[in-house]
């Protein structure tokens, strides 16, 4: 994946998506928590809803590791620990 596709964490926001300054603070109506974390949501004028979902996958990925998925379980279950 090419590195501009994801958002970096440690590389704070310039504005909105609609080119306006960052409110931290939701309007009347607006999401809060998406005003919180990205300082705008999809209900401002001009940012459409795919760009706060694309906004909120961004910052679920930035904390991923690049590692590839595994099946296996990060530690022995119970009844592993319990048995062998
Ligand atoms: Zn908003």
Known sequence: MPETE???A???PEGAPNGRPLE???P???SIVAHHVHGWCAK???IELWEELFAWRNRERA???DAPA???APAP?????RHG
């Open 6 to 8: 994801h958002a970096r």
């Open 10 to 12: 440690d590389t704070p």
């Open 24 to 26: 931290v603070k939701a």
């Open 28 to 30: 009347s109506g607006h």
């Open 44 to 46: 401002c004028p001009g």
């Open 63 to 65: 904390g991923m590791t």
């Open 70 to 72: 595994t099946d296996r």
């Open 77 to 81: 279950s119970r009844e592993v620990e």
